[in-house]
């Protein structure tokens, strides 16, 4: 585990204002560490297709840019995913989509809210309240304590079925915030794999084969 120098408030300022003015929405699928407001931007793994970038990054355009600025000044670890917690009290758990070191820092007006290490040599509670760590959360349970008041989170990682997807970025055009998956622009979600392709399914009890067309 690596602690990293303070952050200065300043520098989470705008992500605050951003998700203040429109607060994140719950997540009801984390059977493990419980509903909330927790959010990916970035490369996420999605059930039955290839892992693709989350639609919170073309949803929140803006708000994914300032994301990517502040990993790009502050975090010294590869990323290719960013998880957003509003108010979240994550329950124990290991962050089995995960390979290699995360980045986690929170911040915000709160009391209390210190991460636990449930295992391993640096068991233990330990502020992180703009106080970066860095260590392996796919191999170490963990928990987040009680807290008061509004309290944030940021975790840089590195999803483990990311590969040879185009690079992300934001651009800012006529006055709009868009979402980039290389050189394509991305507005209203991302193309179905199967799009233009048939797939033959052949059914043994009637011994026929039906041809399923994806538009």
Known sequence: MIRGSEIPASE??????????????????RNVSGSGRSQVFGIVNRRCLPADYSRLCWGRPYLYKLLLDFGAKH???????????QNYKAAPHRDKGNIGQSFLVGFGEYEGGELQLLEG????????NRIPMTTDFSTT?????DFTGNRYSLVF???KRAENL???????????Y???????????GLAHPLKGRKRVMTFAREEKEVVMEFP
Not at 141 to 145: D, F, T
């Open 12 to 29: 989470f300022s705008e992500i605050i204002k951003e998700i203040e003015r429109a607060p994140l929405p719950m997540n009801n699928y």
């Open 75 to 85: 975090v010294k670890i590869p990323f290719t995913s960013i998880t957003l917690n």
């Open 121 to 128: 040599d640096c068991s233990g509670s330990y502020s992180v």
């Open 141 to 145: 349970l963990h928990a987040v304590n």
């Open 157 to 159: 990682y590195t999803c």
């Open 166 to 176: 185009p690079l992300p970025s934001v651009i800012h055009l006529n006055g709009k």
């Open 178 to 188: 868009l979402f980039m998956r290389g050189d394509t622009v991305i507005k209203t």
